[in-house]
């Protein structure tokens, strides 16, 4: 335990809260310096506060740019009270310790959120506030800093129990808080200098989220994990409200991701995914959601339990009564009306997210994955092949309807992980093969998997027969396009570009069957 809190500098830029905290400090015995527009809040509740500028003898100049860059401030702040050659130092330089410091930013973050011009975006980089939070917080063996409104009514509290002090390990905890924020802060101005500079790739790559949750555990038991979130508007996982269920794992929120990017990529039409260890086992669009649903639900029923469901509408009463009879996990919705909520209640376990909107399929942004010793920063697949974009590459023009299909199969396709082939006939996957190390083993898998599901179903027919078919790159050999053939796919969907372009082609042709190419790619990995 340190000794009593005599002298507290407040300047902050969110006053949640501040009037309350100023009053709880002067209660105490505490003597307020303050700044600008927290002095004025504080003087106005009737508070003592005395104006850094009375308090340093030197006037704020340069539109406040300097107000609390001075040695009676940060001397104040960084004399280590143990050592009597800082004591003495202050002593003969007439500067007072001050012994907390609460300051929140400059709201730099929200005004760059708001697509302020580059003059603005500057002046609301702070300068002093990071200097003092600094400085505090490298002296918290004698300083406590305070850069957080929810942290107020605990030093409160401390206070009063110990005589007006706080204690050493409340100062660590508040000392790494404020070391984290303003790293955050300087992460922030980073980021957005090199977007100014239109640096997709800078030098240094600062990376900063804030933490949402801790889990149970990680991707299996004896992993720690927790979830962070990077302060993004980009509707989904990250933004989403759960109204109802347990908390979710780690396995459930990689999911759940999953599931609402892919269900995104369609608005036309009433569209559901439903997804299973990140890969689709059924993606459908229909008149009505309850279509849709049933639709995703007949490619792969099997995989479906204990999946994650997402739609890209309202959750109505009867597609959430067709959902209750299924074991899912997670059910993701841009909003849910109050019969929907009513009977998915019932299902105490399972948890409701809604996010408000739907994701941009082709909106800009950054994937960060973690490699032993470094990272791989890339761009979002936010990739989109257009109708008027597709080749066709093959004697037989494909139909109007398998272009929907065919263009429906592909989007699936850039969420399956690759090598990723995928069969959909009338707007419905009807097989889905995913992470084979061969292509053409992806092909017989899908088969295989629509076969099974047909038999299941009590169906005469394949359900491939008629279908068409999107491999996520190109097929190297035709013994892929071979495999699609045989299952009766009509119509073929892909990248283009191998060497063999022809040998695949003259299969396509041999056996009549329309070909297009993309042009694009879609590795997932």
Known sequence: MTARIA????????????VEFAK????????????????????????????????????????????????KIHGGLLGRRS?????????????????????????????????????????????GGPSMIRSAAKNHESVTVVVDPSDYDRIVVEMKDNAGATAAETRRILAAKAFARTGA?????????????????????????????????????????????NGKNRPGVATATQLQGK??????????????????????????????????CGVAEGETLIEAYNKALSCDPVSAFGGIIAVNRTLDKATAEEIAKLFAEVVICPDADDAAKEVLAAKKNLRLLVTGGMADPEGEDMTLRSLAGGYLLQNRDAGRVKR??????TKRKPTEAELDDLLFAFRVGKHVKSNAIVYVKDGKTVGVGAGQMSRVDSSRIAAWKAEEAGKNAGEDELRTKGSVVSSDAFFPFADGLLAAVKAGATAVIQPGGSMRDEEVISAADEHDIAMVFTGMRHFRH
């Open 247 to 280: 908390e979710l794992s780690f396995n459930n929120l990689n999911d759940t991701d999953a599931a609402f990017e892919l269900v995104s990529e369609f608005d036309e039409k009433p569209a559901v995914a439903i997804i299973k260890h990140a890969n689709p």
């Open 388 to 393: 008027d974009e597709l080749k066709v590459v």
């Open 185 to 229: 802060y300087d992460s922030a101005i980073s980021s957005w200098f090199a977007g100014q500079l239109g640096e997709t790739f800078p030098q240094r790559l600062n990376v900063s989220a804030e933490l949402k949750q801790t889990l149970r555990y990680g991707e299996n038991p004896h992993q720690q994990a927790a979830f962070y979130t």
């Open 24 to 71: 709880s400090l002067h209660e105490q015995g505490v003597e307020i310096l303050s700044t600008g527009g927290s002095a004025k809040a504080i003087e106005a509740a009737g508070i003592p506060v005395k104006e850094v500028a009375d308090h340093t003898g030197f006037p704020e100049i340069m539109d406040g740019r300097v107000k609390t860059l001075h040695p």
């Open 7 to 18: 002298r507290a500098l407040i300047s902050v830029s969110d006053k949640t809260g501040l």
């Open 83 to 127: 050592l009597s050659s800082h004591m003495k130092a202050m002593e003969d330089n007439d500067i007072s310790p001050i012994d907390l410091v609460c300051v929140n930013l400059y709201p730099f973050e929200e005004t760059v959120a708001k697509g302020a011009d580059f003059d603005t975006c500057i002046e609301n980089i702070d300068i």
